[in-house]
T-cell receptor
Framework: AGVTQTPRYLIKTRGQQVTLRCSPKSGHDTVSWYQQALGQGPQFIFQYYEEEERQRGNFPDRFSGHQFPNYSSELNVNALLLGDSALYLC??????????????FGEGSRLTVL | QKEVEQNSGPLSVPEGAIASLNCTYSDRGSQSFFWYRQYSGKSPELIMSIYSNGDKEDGRFTAQLNKASQYVSLLIRDSQPSDSATYLCAVHGSSNTGKLIFGQGTTLQVKP
């Protein structure tokens, strides 16, 4: 099975909170989250390995995450802003891929903030 | 200066032609380089990876890397309408943690 993300589409209003979920590809233990605004390349949010945040990109504390013992992960965004509207991509890899950067992406969760 | 730069295009080529996509990066210590293809409304899909200077060929695709010039390119031979997509250049930085830095992507249109 590949990388599974839920929900695929969601609409929220400013100030609300959202939780996005990701199940990594079978055999993968590392999950990274990316934000892709329209017409832009994906931007790294953070990466989880062994249930800990391993690295974080330039995103505010409103963005938080978690990894569970089964390697699945959640991305939480609090106090939503209009600018948070984007495609949120989950990417999985194995620990051994950390030195190669070969990632497998899910189909993404498209968030619209009104 | 952006960390990874691509011309956003669109790049339009006729069917059967060679499409040439280019990318420059700023971190001289970068070790791994990738090309992802992204169809409209879909997620990125890895199509090529390259780690050392020179050319790497895979079917109709050739990736070229020149670390001295901090330049990566992707050539698509015998372009097909199904190749029409956005091509994202991604660089694995010198921090060696699996974080990829993406360019904004080049949109390729292959016209029948």
């Amino acid at each position: 099975a590949g990388v599974t993300q839920t929900p695929r589409y969601l609409i929220k209003t400013r100030g609300q909170q959202v939780t996005l979920r990701c199940s990594p590809k079978s055999g993968h233990d590392t999950v990274s989250w990316y934000q892709q605004a329209l017409g832009q390349g994906p931007q790294f949010i953070f990466q989880y390995y062994e249930e800990e945040e391993r690295q974080r990109g330039n995103f505010p504390d409103r963005f938080s995450g978690h990894q569970f013992p089964n390697y699945s992960s959640e991305l939480n965004v609090n106090a939503l802003l209009l600018g948070d509207s984007a495609l949120y991509l989950c990417a999985s890899s194995t620990g051994t891929a950390l030195n190669t950067g070969e990632l497998f992406f899910g189909e993404g969760s498209r968030l619209t903030v009104l | 200066q952006k960390e990874v730069e691509q011309n956003s295009g669109p790049l339009s080529v006729p069917e059967g032609a060679i499409a040439s996509l280019n990318c420059t990066y700023s971190d001289r210590g970068s070790q791994s380089f990738f090309w992802y293809r992204q169809y409209s409304g879909k997620s990125p899909e890895l199509i090529m990876s390259i780690y050392s200077n020179g050319d790497k060929e895979d079917g109709r695709f050739t990736a070229q890397l020149n670390k001295a010039s901090q330049y990566v390119s992707l050539l698509i031979r015998d372009s097909q309408p199904s190749d029409s997509a956005t091509y994202l250049c991604a660089v694995h930085g010198s921090s060696n943690t699996g974080k990829l830095i993406f360019g904004q992507g080049t949109t390729l249109q292959v016209k029948p």
